[in-house]
């Protein structure tokens, strides 16, 4: 089983309408991030939080919300998607704590592919 | 001017050769610098990370860092064609900065 899961895998959706990617992970991290992957844009940080109560905006907020419901589970939701949010998003978690090398290593995800028509 | 900076590619070579993947940063105060490789429709992997100037070697990667240029590269000798993906470029400062990637195919 994957460390990090992510859910759905696959999702269509109009636009107007809410979405919820959900992310869930076994490795005890605390910190947890939500990316997004357009072609030719590389990843972009949506939102990363360090802990349950702390939550922080990444340099693509705008459009999204997050909810950090335990320290195993972070969710985005998009309340009103539109098209331009069509795209790749990877959840992501690391922890310098107990990362022994301490490199600070981003564990991803297999990634959720939205597509909003 | 974005964080993370990388040729986008694309970048075809024999097998056998070697490849070479530059990437160049903004933030002087960056501490730790990572190569991923992507699979097409895969998520991203960890290959190398390196903190300190100078090479780091691990197999057939070496990853070298030069923190006054602002510069870190990857080198992947005997390339394979199972080394054809993308790879990332990603500086840690406050954040994670990841570059737009270079896609390198190796030709059988």
Known sequence: DA???QTPRNRITKTGKRIMLECSQTKGHDRMYWYRQD?????RLIYYSFDVKDINKG???????VSRQ??????LSLESAIPNQTALYFCATS???RDRANTGELFFGEGSRLTVL | QKEVEQNSGPLSVPEG???????TYSDRGSQSFFWYRQYSGKSPELIMFIYSNGDKEDGRFTA??????????LLIRDSQPSDSA??????????FYFGTGTSLTVIP
């Open chain 1, 3 to 5: 460390d990090v899961t």
């Open chain 1, 39 to 43: 072609p030719g844009l590389g990843l």
């Open chain 1, 59 to 65: 340099e693509i907020s705008d459009g999204y919300s």
């Open chain 1, 70 to 75: 335990a320290q195993a589970k972070f969710s």
């Open chain 1, 95 to 97: 922890d310098i704590r």
């Open chain 2, 17 to 23: 050769a070697i490849a070479s993947l530059n990437c």
């Open chain 2, 64 to 73: 070298q860092l030069n923190k006054a240029s602002q510069y870190v590269s």
């Open chain 2, 86 to 95: 993308t790879y990332l470029c990603a500086v840690m400062g406050n954040q």
